[in-house]
């Protein structure tokens, strides 16, 4: 069983999948499933133990520029705030 006192909670992170787009037979559902998949493990308690609140994932329609970049600001301004931050960036 997971132990709640042993979150990272100085890890930060953006999960950004871009796996659709305005041409449908150009979409990359295999992205999707990948960005699913780094996300999960840097939130599940056994494994990187993130606070889900402490990452940032973008799939589908929510991979727009604005947010993207919106995200990285976000990312940005923790790393400064947090002197024992760690920052990942995953983008696929």
Known sequence: MSDP???FKHG???VIGVDENNIGRLAL???AKDV????DVLVHPDR???KPDNVKFLKGEE???KNILEALYWLQDKVKEDAEATAVIYYS
């Open 5 to 7: 006192n042993k979150t």
């Open 12 to 14: 930060y992170a953006v």
């Open 29 to 31: 559902p295999t992205v």
């Open 36 to 39: 699913q998949a780094v996300h």
């Open 48 to 50: 990187c133990a993130y």
């Open 63 to 65: 991979s727009t520029n």
